[in-house]
């Protein structure tokens, strides 16, 4: 079965980091911008960074300066940086294709936790 894997989550003090990552499998990886999204507590999923197959990054306002997104295509990976991260960033984190609309199925995400 088609299944996105994210990994990397964990709990951190305020302005601290993490490197989230996640497997795609071909069909959804190949020639397709990829980006990672965002869900807090109670809230909808929101996106947070998009990566285009040749490598061109764009970020959301609140994300911008301290998280980098970047992708490996030989592994049909993703991956997300996290630096000075905030109580504002908890929450799930999926990766999936950009636009959202395109996307047929969503992995488990993995969960982002600062606490100060």
């Known amino acids: 079965q088609v299944q996105l894997v994210e990994s990397g989550g964990g709990m951190v003090e305020a302005g601290g980091s993490l490197t989230l990552s996640c497997t795609v499998p071909?069909?959804?990886?190949?020639?397709?911008?990829m980006a990672w999204y965002h869900q807090a507590p109670g809230k909808q999923r929101n996106l947070v960074a998009v990566?285009?197959?040749?490598?061109?990054?764009r970020y959301e306002v609140p994300v911008e300066g301290r998280f980098t997104i970047s992708r490996d295509n030989a592994r049909n990976m993703v991956f997300l940086q996290m630096i000075n991260l905030k109580p504002e960033d908890i929450g799930r984190y999926y990766c999936n294709r950009y636009p959202a609309w395109l996307a047929t199925v969503w992995g488990q995400g993995t969960q982002v936790t600062v606490f100060s």
């Open positions: 990566v285009t197959t040749a490598g061109d990054t």
């Open positions: 071909d069909n959804i990886f190949s020639g397709n911008a």
